[in-house]
């Protein structure tokens, strides 16, 4: 299993299964991504503590320099 099917099961242990979960490797080497999600879990949290969210979650792999960059896109669905 690569890197993004790691991380992709990862998030999808904690959100709902009609969530949207997007990941892209964004400069193709397989250390820069970008996480779209949309999740209702995200209501009435900040975007740092939405952040903080996915950091404890990925923190293991951008501690082993798996992943050197992570943006982020984390919004509710009544925020779309």
């Keep these: 299993m690569n890197l993004s099917e790691q991380v992709t099961n990862k998030l999808r242990t904690v959100f709902a299964a009609d969530d949207k979960i997007e990941l892209i490797d ?3 080497d397989g250390r820069h991504y970008l996480i779209k ?7 009435g949290k900040s975007r740092l503590e939405r952040s903080r969210m996915i950091y404890a979650l990925l923190g293991e792999y951008m501690k082993d ?5 992570l943006r982020m ?3 509710t669905f009544a925020e779309v």
């Design 26 to 28: 964004e400069k193709h």
């Design 37 to 43: 999600i949309i999740s209702n879990r995200f209501d």
């Design 73 to 75: 896109e984390l919004k």
């Design 65 to 69: 320099d798996y992943i050197h960059a």
